[in-house]
């Protein structure tokens, strides 16, 4: 592997001067929109104005061959252009404001004569839809005003490379969209670097060849932050490689942001798609060298709180078994990311990587049968996970929480097989001398240079710990005692068969004052409710015979086994003609737990188990259970037993083995508490203080 200077290109990014600057044209749009419709205007006209200035250069020649032949192929106007885009109008925005009156109707032909990927850009309803703002600008009075201000900008790539306007492009974005969600527009580019970085540390050498086509996808691309970060330091490590991005975005502003980037980077806009990767995969038959992606946390993917269309479309996929997007399962409703780190791994190449920034849930949400805990299980079994970076908080511009950074690998090197490592990069950081929003923290060119020294040494230290992949999966094993129990009549016991519902078939008092509230009120009762109600009135008294006989036979004497105290609460209840299941009920609720009861067994001599002192023991994958059940249960229950009742050919599979990786465990400190002793020397000093205080403030008169 090469060496990679870590170093270049890391000037500090501050866009606040620009940004406010742009922002501040949108005081022209005061009574015309109101505040929080700003940026449906501000956002288009900076994407007009940045095409327009990266198109400057050679505007000239591209009108001019049109006007010569207006029949001139796409190619040929692309090619005199310099990018994958044209217009071959002869307006700019500072020549319409030669035209005030007209200004309307001009402004409406110059944007129609973008090449037809720009002009759907700018018009679609699901994007930015500029025609309709020009014309109630123009309505209100300020069209001249915003389309001056915007021509009097110098926003060409030259001044402005792809990652200054990004941010200055979020920047907006963040303005306009106030409220998102943690995580949803803002991936700091000292956050992308670090990805970058760590993904070609190692496994890339095939990316230095001559003339080499590297791919590189982000399904959740916001406004394709990641993909120019990545084309960047891909361009500077090798200036010969021909590198694709490819990148869908739900939201539509965000998108129309990205593809306005990716054509000035003379990218493919086919590649760059205005889609839901919950949905659909845009680009099924293309893997991809590299995946970079910063899902949305904790977005839900089904349920109320979903889109439109998605849960279905999830369902329909998950289908598909391994074949699919996400055939190692399906995690809760809630939260998706597992989702979006499935279709990473679907889209790479035999020796593709990936990077993916996920908060703390995926990596143990769930319990042992869960989606979540299945679909790390899968990663583990197929050695997948290469190395999870715990970074810093305060990183993120709208959130602060701790974030991670998955990478995942398709073909580790031979040290690497079957292990994981975790880098706790929490502390290595440097504050900003004045906090974004929610960032006020950074990474530095040192910075990112010892995260990414710690990965590729792949040696065990403070920050670095190294586990088989095993170390996070474990089996559910059940623990039971003995069936021992023993069996009396006493207010105790009869008030235990109560709480236990034993029974509620017969009268349940809940449900009847349930109904009978209903009735009350002059409601009616389903034809289901008053079946119910009335067989629960009918039975009532039954019901009541029972406690009253119970209560009749209250004694302080104890049986201890079922086969002795059977002919008892038979005599008891003979009169009532109850069934005998109910009986063996009514016996089994009226007992206890009792070391001293005869032990229970079947009719082939088996020992019975307690499924009251059921316990559930979590044991790790590599541990003997019979070693686990020495140190940890025996001990302390010298009769207990344990149960693996995995089943997976069941009709609805039952299944006890389970995965999760609880990170800040294996990097916790214990911290010697402060001394009582120290403490109560501290409390004793602040009473003196305080009584001083009290003695001055009120003894001084």
């Not at 710990?465 to 559910?476: G, S, V």
């Not at 059977?566 to 016996?587: G, H, M, R």
Request: with cysteine.
């Amino acid at each position: 592997m090469k060496e990679l200077d870590v170093l270049w290109d890391d000037n500090p990014v501050d866009i606040t001067e620009e940004a406010n600057f742009i922002w501040s044209i949108a005081n022209k749009l005061r009574g015309t929109y109101m505040p929080d419709k700003y940026g449906d205007v501000i956002i288009p006209m900076t994407i007009i104005r940045r095409l327009e200035c990266a198109l400057a250069s050679t505007k000239d020649k591209v009108v001019s061959e049109f006007k010569s032949d207006p029949n001139t192929p796409e190619r040929v106007l692309c090619k005199h252009s310099g990018f994958e885009f044209y217009n071959t109008s002869e307006f700019t925005l500072k020549e319409l404001c030669n035209d005030p009156d007209h200004i309307e109707s001009n402004f409406l032909s110059y944007i129609s004569r973008f090449s037809p990927n720009v002009a759907h850009l700018l018009n679609d309803d699901d994007t930015l839809n500029i025609k309709s703002h020009i014309k109630q600008m123009n309505k209100g009075g300020c069209l001249y005003n915003v389309v001056k201000a915007f021509s009097e900008l110098d926003l060409s790539p030259k001044t402005y490379d792809s990652i200054k306007m990004g941010y200055i492009f979020e920047n907006l974005i963040g303005r306009f969209f106030q409220n998102v969600d943690a995580g949803q527009f803002y991936t700091g580019r000292d956050i992308i670097k670090l990805c970058v970085s760590l993904l070609i540390s190692e496994g890339c050498d095939d990316i230095f060849e001559k003339g080499k086509v590297i791919t590189v996808c982000d399904q959740a691309c916001g406004t394709g932050g990641m993909l120019s970060t990545a084309y960047s330091y891909l361009k500077h490590y090798n200036p010969d490689a021909v590198i694709k991005l490819f990148g869908q975005e739900y939201m539509g502003v965000s998108h129309a942001v990205g593809l306005a980037e990716m054509l000035i980077k003379g990218q493919n806009a086919a590649n760059f798609r205005h889609a839901d990767t919950f949905k659909e995969d845009c680009f099924p038959d293309q893997k991809m060298r590299f995946v970079l992606e910063n899902p949305p946390f904790g977005t839900p993917w089904g349920g109320k709180d979903a889109k439109d269309g998605q849960e279905d479309a999830v369902k329909e996929e998950f289908k598909k078994g391994i074949s699919g997007r996400w055939g190692a399962g399906l995690p809760g409703i809630g939260d998706g990311q597992l989702l979006f780190v499935q279709s990473a791994i679907a889209k790479l190449t035999d020796n593709g990587r990936a990077a993916i920034i996920e908060n703390g849930s995926p990596l143990f949400t769930g319990g042992t049968a869960s989606g979540e805990s299945q679909i790390r299980r899968y990663l583990l079994e197929k050695d997948l996970i290469e190395a999870i970076i715990q970074l810093p908080t305060d990183l993120f511009y709208n959130t602060g929480i701790s974030t991670y950074i998955w990478i995942i690998s398709k073909n580790k090197r031979a040290e690497r097989k079957g292990k994981i490592q975790l880098i706790d990069a929490s502390n290595i950081y440097h504050k900003l001398r004045k906090p974004l929003g929610n960032k006020k923290n950074e990474f530095l060119p040192d910075d990112r240079k010892q995260i990414t020294k710690l990965y590729a040494d792949f040696t065990e230290n403070e920050l670095v710990k190294i586990f088989d992949n095993t170390e996070f999966m474990y089996r559910e094993y059940s623990v039971m005692q003995p069936l021992q129990r023993s069996y009396s009549i006493t207010e105790d016991s009869i008030n235990n068969l109560l709480q236990k519902g034993t029974l509620n078939k017969i009268y349940n008092e809940s449900a009847v004052a349930e109904f009978e509230n209903l009735l009350e009120q002059g409601l009616e009762l389903s034809t289901k409710d008053k079946k119910k109600y009335d067989e629960f009135i009918k039975s009532k008294s039954l019901y009541e015979s029972i406690i009253t006989t119970l209560k009749d036979n209250i004694s302080d004497k104890k049986w201890l086994s079922p086969e002795d105290f059977a002919p008892v609460i038979k005599q008891i209840f003979e009169k009532l003609n109850l069934d005998k299941k109910l009986i063996a009920s009514i016996s089994d609720a009226l007992s206890v737990m009792d070391k001293e009861a005869v032990i229970q067994k079947d009719k082939k001599d088996n020992i019975l188990y307690d499924k009251e002192t059921k316990d559930i023991e979590i044991v790790k994958y590599e541990e003997k259970i019979e070693d686990y059940m020495a140190r940890e249960v025996l001990p302390h229950v010298p009769d207990a037993q344990w149960f693996f009742e995995e089943n997976l050919s069941a009709a609805k599979p039952v299944i006890k083995v389970g995965a999760e990786i609880p990170f800040t465990r294996y990097f916790y400190k214990y911290q010697q508490p402060t001394p009582s002793s120290e403490l109560e020397a501290k409390f004793i000093e602040l009473e003196k203080s305080v009584s001083a205080r009290i003695s001055k403030l009120f003894g001084g008169n």
